[in-house]
Nanobody, 114 residues
Framework: QVQLVDTGGGLVQAGGSLRLSCAAS????????MYWYRQAPGKQRELVAT???????NYADSVKGRFTISRDNAKNTMYLQMNSLKPEDTAVYYC????????WGQGTQVTVSS
């Protein structure tokens, strides 16, 4: 069973930065793709960023130019660098990986104060 552990959340002022990490219990090279999602209170979970096995990336329009997704295969870890944070970025952030099955992290809270 693959385990994903999300860390790096916290409380930050608007305009600040955070880096989230998603550590996997096995090599991430075999995952077809990895994702960051977020879920704000009272809202549906939404896709924030995607990184393919080959390293191609995609972003939600709301975070383009501010967030960067990356992966370090040697460390079995995926990252989400979040800059210029806004109060509307406040949510629980989850990582996800797929290899035919889907695996989720437990989530990490990001709170951006105005």
């Amino acid at each position: 069973q693959v385990q994903l552990v999300d860390t790096g959340g916290g409380l930050v002022q608007a305009g600040g930065s955070l880096r989230l990490s998603c550590a996997a219990s096995r090599s991430i090279f075999s995952f077809n793709a990895m994702y960051w999602y977020r879920q704000a209170p009272g809202k549906q979970r939404e896709l924030v960023a995607t990184i393919s096995q080959g390293g191609s990336t995609n972003y939600a329009d709301s975070v383009k130019g501010r967030f960067t997704i990356s992966r370090d295969n040697a460390k079995n870890t995926m990252y989400l660098q979040m800059n210029s944070l806004k109060p509307e970025d406040t949510a629980v952030y989850y990582c996800k990986a797929i290899d035919g099955l889907a695996y989720w992290g437990q989530g990490t809270q990001v709170t951006v104060s105005s």
